[in-house]
C-alpha cells in the first residue's frame, strides 16, 4: 500500500516537473511520469499494458516530441494566458467536483463477472476496436506525410521564365 | 483507504495538474505534454477501475485503443506544431490567437 501511495505521489511530481519546465525538460518529465504510470499499471495487474505504455509512451512520444523541439526550437514564453490564480482556482474546483461524484460511489463497486483473457478481449470481443484503430493509425501516417511534406519552397521566378 | 480509492486519489492530482498546464502554458509544445498527463490520468482510471470490478483484461483492451489513439493524435498535434512554426516562425499561442488569414 504505502509503495501504491509513493508511486502516486512520484507520478504528481513528475507531471508537476513536467508542466513548470522548459519544454526539452518537460518532455523527458513526461517519459518519467509513462515510466512510473507503467509501474503503477503492473502492480495492479495489468502487465500487457504496462508494456505498451513504457515503450510508446516513455519511448516513441518523447523520441517525437524531442524532435518537434529540435525543429521548433526553444522560445522563451512571457506570462501565462489565464493568472495562476484563477487557474488554480479551476483546478480546485474541477478536481472537488470530480472527488465529490466519485468518492461516494466506490464502496459499492463489486467484482462482477468473470474476465475473459486478454487476447481473448483483444482479438475476439473488441474486433470494431481493431479495425478503428487500424484506421486511426493509417489516417494519422497519411495525415503526418501530408503536414511535412507540404515543406516545397515557392518556384523562383528564373523557373517561372523558363516554364 | 482502498487501492481504488487510492487510485482515484492519483488520478484527481494528475488531472488537476494537466488541467494547470493546459490552462497556463502558451507554448504549443507544452500544450501537448499537458494533453498527454491528462491522458495518462485517464487511463490509470481505466486500469485501477477494471481492476476493482474483477475485468483488468477488458481495462487493458479498451486502454489500449486509448493508447493507440492518443499516439496518432499526439503525433498529429507534433507534426502541425512544426509546420505552425516554419510558417509563422511563433508558438506562442497568444500569438497566433492574433492572426488572420
Known amino acids: 500500500m504505502s509503495l501504491h501511495v509513493l508511486l502516486l505521489l512520484l507520478a504528481g511530481l513528475c507531471a508537476g516537473m513536467a508542466v513548470r519546465t522548459r519544454p526539452l525538460h518537460a518532455a523527458l518529465w513526461l517519459a518519467a511520469l509513462s515510466a512510473v504510470v507503467s509501474i503503477l499499471f503492473y502492480r495492479l495487474g495489468a502487465p500487457e499494458l504496462a508494456v505498451v505504455e513504457l515503450s510508446v509512451g516513455a519511448g516513441l512520444i518523447t523520441v517525437l516530441l524531442a524532435f518537434a523541439i529540435s525543429m521548433a526550437e526553444d522560445e522563451a514564453m512571457p506570462a501565462a494566458l489565464v493568472p495562476r490564480p484563477f487557474a488554480w482556482l479551476l483546478v480546485v474546483v474541477a478536481g472537488g467536483a470530480l472527488l465529490w461524484l466519485l468518492l461516494p460511489a466506490l464502496p459499492a463497486v463489486r467484482q462482477v463477472a468473470a474476465d475473459a483473457p486478454f487476447v481473448a478481449q483483444v482479438w475476439d470481443n473488441r474486433q470494431l476496436d481493431l479495425v478503428v484503430q487500424m484506421v486511426v493509425v493509417i489516417t494519422g501516417v497519411m495525415g503526418v506525410l501530408s503536414l511535412l511534406g507540404e515543406t516545397r519552397a515557392p518556384e523562383s521566378p528564373a523557373v517561372e521564365a523558363h516554364q | ?101
Do not use: C, E, F
Open chain 2, 1 to 101: 483507504m482502498t487501492p481504488l480509492q487510492l487510485s482515484i486519489a492519483g488520478v484527481v492530482l494528475l488531472l488537476g495538474v494537466g488541467l494547470y498546464g493546459l490552462l497556463i502554458s502558451r507554448h504549443l509544445i507544452k500544450v501537448v505534454i499537458a494533453l498527454q498527463i491528462m491522458v495518462k490520468a485517464a487511463l490509470l482510471a481505466l486500469v485501477a477501475a477494471g481492476d476493482a470490478v474483477g475485468q483488468i483484461n477488458l481495462a487493458q483492451s479498451i486502454a489500449l485503443t486509448v493508447i493507440v489513439v492518443d499516439t496518432i493524435s499526439a503525433v498529429l498535434a507534433l507534426a502541425l506544431i512544426v509546420q505552425i512554426k516554419r510558417r509563422t516562425g511563433t508558438l506562442d499561442a497568444a500569438d497566433l490567437a492574433q492572426l488572420r488569414h
